[in-house]
């Protein structure tokens, strides 16, 4: 949980610091390019034209940040062995793609593994294509890397992988509520239900009536949530500035459970 927000926060602050790299650090040659990229790509931003056209330049870049792809020139942008490089490394480097590599499937799937929501990025004919959709959504490996990233990307797999064991309990175990997107037969998973409630005792709600009712669930869940409204108040009662928080939390500490991971250390 904590290294997927830094890793937003870095993202959003490549253009930041881009933006201010002065003139004044721009180095001479085409070589103190290469050596100087490897501690600051964002060098590139001022660079003249024939360094950012330079497919060893770019590529050394794109290897250690993808957003570097930004920089490169119009014919490097549309190199697909380069533009592949920046969007494995940084998803959201696809936005700087040229437009045929944007309606590029390898492309697309490669920035989509990296992180999934680059796909808005991809061209317009991929984004309707309902079947590079449905590729996509039945991607075993692309699947479950993005449910690891948050559990509720689970709504968004196809229907087979709903119902894949695998991915279910990655999805669970990071995110207990993703049980309501998972299939009939893993709801009815006492494997998977147990995970789910151990992740947010509030997700027994998902489960199938047979185990909603299962008195050991129901006793583990309530078990969870306990633990859960114990941390909370030993926490709000450290700070006595607290208490109309704690007022507030009080009178709606279903809601506030729905968004507390019991073993999130941040």
Known sequence: MRRNRLEQI????????????????????????SSRIVSNVHVLKNAPHDVRNNRQI??????????????????????????KLAVSQYGSALQFASDSLRNDRDIVLAAVKQNYHAFEYASPI??????????????????????????????????????DRRVVLEAVSNKGSALKFASNDMRNNREIVLKAILQDGNALKFASDSLKSDKK?????????EDIRFELDYS???????????????????RVLQYINPYDND
């Not at 050394?60 to 014919?75: C, I, P």
């Not at 709000?236 to 279903?254: D, G």
């Open 10 to 33: 870095y993202h959003h602050l490549v253009p930041i610091i881009a933006h201010n790299f002065t003139s004044s650090e721009i180095p001479e040659s085409i070589d103190d390019y």
């Open 58 to 83: 770019i590529s050394q870049a794109v290897k250690r940040n993808g957003y570097s792809l930004s920089y490169a020139s119009d014919r490097l942008k549309n190199d697909k062995e380069i533009v």
């Open 126 to 163: 991929l984004r309707n294509d309902k079947y590079a959709s449905s590729e996509l959504k039945n991607d075993l490996e692309l699947v479950l890397k993005v449910v690891k990233i948050n559990g509720n990307n689970l709504e968004f797999a196809s229907k087979k992988l709903r119902k």
């Open 217 to 225: 669930l129901i006793e583990i869940a309530e078990k969870v949530k």
């Open 236 to 254: 709000l009662r450290k700070n006595p500035l607290n208490k109309v928080v704690k007022n507030i939390v009080s009178k709606n500490v279903a």
